[in-house]
């Protein structure tokens, strides 16, 4: 009974490596996009570009990126780091046997996640794309995203590394859901008749909320055995970094 648990388990466990990559790829296209002038991609990016944002976007709002180039370089550039790091920190190796390098990656995960939410804050502030309508779940999951990230920042401090585990999740989690949010998007796109205004309050109330249910599943599904296991790694890595310093 048991084994069958673990595999299932490891089964979800990979099902959801490759669900969050397809998304941490997502959303880093989205970010180059801003970046990068049309002319220069090719037709097939251009047009996976175009199904991404739909053509409203890329008409109406895309060009606004173009003219707060410091609203933009602050949220897309940290928002690439934290999706790369974000994606390390979670790597079971890293953790382990590299606790030093799982540490710097911390802060620059935790710097490039404030960045990166007060940047969206900003943009949603001056130029929305669709009113009042954007602003309300941008802010709502923004703080929610700070909130996550300070959470996850107290717990390591103290050394309560399961509920540190915890909050790193839902911090992660809320910002891979840029992702989704795209996919969601398309596809609204794709079977509605709505503006695409509508669709991207929609999607941003759906993307969020999936990803959140989603994340709260599996920390409750996986709390009891994850908190044994990262209790005992963590008591064997204050070990071995304290019988290195007697030695030297």
């Known amino acids: 009974m048991y084994d069958k648990a673990t595999r299932a388990e490891r089964c979800i466990e990979r099902a959801g490596w490759c669900a969050v990559s397809l998304l ?14 049309g002319s220069v991609l090719p037709a097939w990016l251009t047009h996976l570009l175009a199904r991404l944002y739909g053509p409203e976007y890329q008409r109406e709002q895309l060009p606004r990126f173009a003219q707060y180039p410091w609203h933009t370089g602050f949220h897309a550039i940290p928002g690439i780091l934290f999706l790369l790091v974000g994606l390390c920190q979670f790597v ?28 969206a804050l900003a943009i949603v502030l001056k130029f929305p794309f669709a009113g009042w309508q954007e602003v309300v779940p941008t802010v709502v999951f923004a703080s929610l995203f700070l909130w996550s990230l300070a959470k996850a920042y107290y717990h390591v401090r103290v050394g309560e590394i399961a509920q540190h585990r915890e909050w790193m999740i839902r911090s992660f989690t809320i910002g891979v859901g840029i992702g989704a949010i ?12 709505r503006s695409a205004q509508a669709n991207v309050v929609l999607s941003f109330w759906l993307g969020w909320c999936l990803h959140l249910v989603i994340a709260e ?21 204050v070990t071995v970094q304290r019988n290195r310093s007697q030695v030297s």
């Open 182 to 193: 795209r996919i969601i998007f398309d596809l609204l796109m794709a079977s509605t008749t």
């Open 24 to 37: 941490v790829v997502v959303g880093i296209v989205s970010a180059l996009s801003l970046y990068v002038p």
């Open 92 to 119: 079971r190796r890293i953790r382990t046997s590299w606790m030093r390098l799982h540490r710097w990656l911390g802060r620059l995960y935790l710097l490039c996640g404030v960045l990166l939410a007060l940047a």
């Open 217 to 237: 599943a599996w920390i409750r599904w996986t709390r009891s055995a994850s908190r044994v296991t990262v209790s005992r790694l963590w008591l064997e890595t």
